[in-house]
């Protein structure tokens, strides 16, 4: 029964979201900014993936909207489990299990991806919008040369003779950085070293000019120095080539300084969402704010120790009830009646462009902000 | 990649020479360490009441009464270079390979595996290639269409090839076919010279029923391995480029789930090569199975010795091919 009631709410909030948001891009878009004018490239309305398993429905993505313009980055974050790579795969169309269950909508360059032909998506695969994961050395086939499978995506999506698909590849290797692209055009994938592996993979996924490219956590299996300089190269080659970029990350170091905007994520839903200034500068949600906590800077004291979000991420088969995260949460008293146990919070509106999903008022969290938190960071 | 061949073959080449010199020890050895004399050994190979001189006699010929290493040198001389035996009344040259001299028949083993090798040859390849076509796509079906009622169909039949022991299915076969109930095929062994027709047509209740016990293993050996391999990242990969999926099944799951399977197939292939034992007595097939059988039954040394000598050195050389395809497949295998 309260399942039922909070599926209803859930889907009111999140359209209502949708809607506000829509009216919100297309009144205003001074506030936003940058590319004024230019249409969203990718908008993602109220996508929901649930997986049918033996346990129960695991709602891994439950009514997530967001719109990203061309040229522009978007940072998806939250820990695992939180529904960001299953969102990323859910507009790539990878999700092949019968037991997936999507619905919701999703525009690419004003195409519907969801109900759309398979064929469809499997063209618009690769050479409209493509892909990098999370680690390279199992994400590339091992029996195949680095070179080979860079020339298989090119042939996939051109019709080219192998010399000019080769040409291109060991052109594609040269701009990712890889030294005597044309020699290594031939080597294995386990001839690599993670960071160049990670560079072939860009490679392979830039190949085609896509607009839209999604990189899931390209960088958590990669050294620190090798990760800076893999996100200065996807950074870089988005200006090159002018394209939309959807960066998931656990990690809110990474999404500083290469987002525009930010979605955070927890528990299958988009729990506060904004410019990547307003998110960083302003933030709403108390995840948020942990987030923030357990992240390291430079700037800070040697002394402070990092604060860890205490407790574990929920279950996606039995969500807590009311606000997903009331359980860690260190202010869930501080809303009256018990609302943050009873009432799931909408994703309402802080200031502009600026959403958050939290019970608690406006000024309770400005307070909570300015006095307890802010000074720690 | 030369070098590792090299390596390769040197490391047969000497496995072969421990495997002969275990063999010589199980045969030659074991039963003196056990106490048993070396008269009573030589007496095996003598009738009912035996003669001391004979014995004597065999007991040279055999060259029981020579130190271990010297008769373990005559042995791989033999195999090499052939040797010389002269019982009772007819001497006898054994060429090279000798695999030894059976006192009980009065022959030789080797040109006894030449006339036999042949049968057991055409029911172990036949068999392949049967089991290997209907296990792997039978198994490739499976995976691709897991859960529906054609893998459970499948999958239900594969248990019964498991289970069911070859004397089961290669009788009910010939009960079927050939004695009770249709009298299709009357099986016997036909010479793949004299008749190519006759041979197939003969070969196929043994192929049938022998295939049926590797196919359901192979079947359920491709299954795993494919639905293994295509929750691999690099399949996804594969789809995220945009592949048609018949690419990515074909080109990216299939090469990688059936790689495994080479090892097995070596190993299993080898064995039979080595004689199908259980096949060719259903059958009543004179392979190098009932050889071996025979050689068991009448305590009859050399042609047990022969055999396994045999099934090892298939077993070895199955092997080296297997590390060779392996390598020529996966290239992370030629550097390590």
Redesign the interface.
Known sequence: MSDDTHKDAATKDASAAAKDTAAKDSAGKGAAGKAEGAREFLSVRDLRIHFDTDDGLVKSVDGVSFDLKAGQTLGIVGESGSGKSVTSLGIMGLHTSDRARISGEIWLDGEELIGADKQRVRELRGQKMAMIFQDPLSALHPYYTVGAQIVEAYRVHNKADKKTARKRAVEMLDRVGIPEPARRFNDFPHQFSGGMRQRAMIAMALVNNPQLLIADEPTTALDVTVQAQILDLIRDLQKEFGSAVVMITHDLGVVAEIADRLLVMYAGRCIERGTSEQVFEHPQHPYTWGLLGSMPRIDREQTDRLVPVKGAPPSLINVPSGCAFHPRCPYADVPPDNVTRTERPELRETTGGHFSACHMTREQREKIWTEEIAPKL | MAAYIIRRVFAAVLLLLVVSAVTFAIFYLLPRAAGQSIQSMAAQYVGKSPDPDVIKAVIKNLGLDQPIYEQYWHFIKGLVAGANYSFGPDPAHCSAPCFGYSFKTHTAVWPQIQQRAPITFSLAIGAAVIWLITGISTGILSALKRGSIWDRLAMGISLMGVSLPMFFTGLALLALFSFNWLHIWNVHYVSFVDNPAQWAWNLILPWVSLAFLYSALYARLTRAGMLETMG???I?????????ERKVIVK?GL??ALTPLITIFGMDFALLLGGAVITESVFSFQGLGAYAIQGVTDNDLPIVMGVTLLTAFFIVVCNLLVDLVYAA????VR?S
């Open positions: 691999e990242d690099y996804r990969t594969a789809r995220a480029k945009g592949l048609v990216h090469r990688s497949i996966d290239p992370r550097l």
